[in-house]
T-cell receptor, first 119, second 112 residues
Framework: SAVISQKPSRDICQRGTSLTIQCQVD?????MFWYRQQPGQSLTLIAT?????????ESGFVIDKFPISRPNLTFSTLTVSNMSPEDSSIYLC????????????????FGPGTRLTVT | GQQLNQSPQSMFIQEGEDVSMNCTSS?????WLWYKQDPGEGPVLLIALYKAGELTSNGRLTAQFGITRKDSFLNISASIPSDVGIYFC????????????FGQGTILTVHP
């Protein structure tokens, strides 16, 4: 499985500011995913980022709020823009591995997450 | 969208006890997954299930893919303190091909 790192590991930010989270993987991967995990909650997919194309956002998430870059096959960034306390969450990136044995979809490996607190 | 209902929400058990948790869905999935998340870490895959009825073990962990493809359970036998964490089920496929839908998680606490 891939080794995934995220920066920063945690941050405390003021409302109205923006934070860019970096995700680096030690091997080339086709798909990278960004998730949000609100306090005490499950993981919710924000968007899928493929190299060379615009990110695909899930319902309830928009590019203006969560712009994503995917400049190459080992790196992606997620920006949380114009933050409010409701954005306080853990933000996780994951990367695709091989196909599941069922042939449907791809294995996903998760980074350690970025814990964001907005005051 | 698709939703997974995971239960129980939390469990407090003594070391050595067995644990069981399950997930149900109104939709079918092609793949059922069980992840564990330790504090300050991302989820780590424990078991992946690919066929309806499949029963798979990984050490003290056993999981099953329900016959209807709408449910799965995870059992942990002879729990130890390092089993503490949050366990998530996740489904892939159905109307969300290639994407993972996560359950709400089960918080496991093991008392020595």
């Amino acid at each position: 499985s891939a080794v995934i790192s995220q920066k920063p590991s945690r941050d405390i930010c003021q409302r109205g500011t923006s934070l860019t989270i970096q995700c680096q993987v030690d091997s080339q991967v086709t798909m990278m995913f960004w998730y949000r995990q609100q306090p005490g909650q499950s993981l919710t997919l924000i968007a899928t980022a493929n190299q060379g194309s615009e990110a695909t956002y899930e319902s309830g998430f928009v590019i203006d709020k969560f712009p994503i870059s995917r400049p190459n096959l080992t790196f992606s960034t997620l920006t949380v823009s114009n933050m409010s306390p409701e954005d306080s969450s853990i933000y996780l990136c994951s990367v695709s591995g091989g196909r599941w044995a069922s042939g449907s979809g791809y294995e996903q490996y998760f980074g350690p997450g970025t814990r964001l607190t907005v005051t | 969208g698709q939703q997974l209902n995971q239960s129980p929400q939390s469990m407090f058990i003594q070391e050595g006890e067995d644990v069981s948790m399950n997930c149900t869905s109104s939709s079918i999935f092609n793949t059922w997954l069980w992840y564990k998340q330790d504090p300050g870490e991302g989820p780590v895959l424990l078991i992946a299930l690919y066929k309806a009825g499949e029963l798979t073990s990984n050490g003290r962990l056993t999981a099953q893919f329900g016959i209807t493809r709408k449910d799965s359970f995870l059992n942990i036998s002879a729990s130890i303190p390092s089993d503490v964490g949050i366990y998530f089920c996740a489904g892939e496929g159905g109307t969300s091909y290639g994407k993972l839908t996560f359950g709400q998680g089960t918080i496991l606490t093991v008392h020595p």
